[in-house]
């Protein structure tokens, strides 16, 4: 039995699994769940994950929710290391640290201006509630803020090296980049630059590729 992950690759937390699988150069099948006929709610897919979500991660005999824990279980299985830091107590608790940045601070900001300005066109979901992108949009400028002030002391959030923690990003920002609110990545110096670094890494592309 191969590896499979189920969901649908333009949801970001399908997403950044599918960049980890292709760092590790690992195979793979994206087995599609219909999410619009709601099959995330049916009996079989809520026996892979409880909650009805998207991705769920099968290998073997291993099923897994949740992406950021999918991602570790990849990296580690495939000795991408690297992107882990595990075995450098500082530099690994750096990545933790930009990791929960990423999912407490990031994705709460994020994942709403994406869903109103992107994700609703893309599905038929009705008029874009203006006033909830407004209030997320001030709270992402607050985040890259901090962004841009860390980005000035290294080339990546955890540090001078590549990490999981950076490529969590990547799906969100790819999709904000779409609608005129890029100027929240264009005008931070430091941003722009590291949003380029990760456009340049081969997974990214590859991924990117298929959420046209």
Not at 118 to 143: C, H
């Amino acid at each position: 039995m191969g590896v499979k992950v189920y969901g649908v690759v333009v949801s970001p937390y399908v997403a950044t699994v599918l960049v980890c699988l292709e760092e590790a150069g690992a195979a793979y099948d994206l087995v599609a769940v219909d999410m619009a006929a709601g099959e995330h709610k049916s009996h079989h897919h809520l026996a892979r994950n409880p909650f009805g979500k998207i991705p769920v991660f099968e290998d073997g005999e291993v099923t897994l929710f949740e992406s950021r824990a999918i991602q570790r279980y990849v990296l580690r299985k495939y000795n991408r290391m690297d992107l882990l830091r595990e075995g450098n107590l500082e530099e690994s608790s750096m990545v933790d640290v930009w990791t929960e940045v990423e999912a407490h601070h990031h994705d709460p900001a994020v994942s709403h201006v994406v869903r109103e300005c992107v994700i609703k066109p893309m599905i038929g979901g009705g008029a874009r509630d203006q006033a909830i992108v407004d209030e997320s949009v001030d709270q992402l400028r607050k985040v890259l803020e901090v962004y841009d002030q860390r980005l000035s002391e290294s080339e990546y959030l955890a540090g001078d090296f590549i990490s999981v923690a950076d490529l969590n990003h990547f799906p969100y920002i790819y999709y904000l980049m779409t609608t005129e609110y890029a100027t929240l990545v264009e005008s931070c110096t430091n941003v722009k630059a590291w949003w380029g670094r990760l456009l340049a890494r081969p997974s990214v592309r590859k991924v990117a590729a298929m959420l046209r």
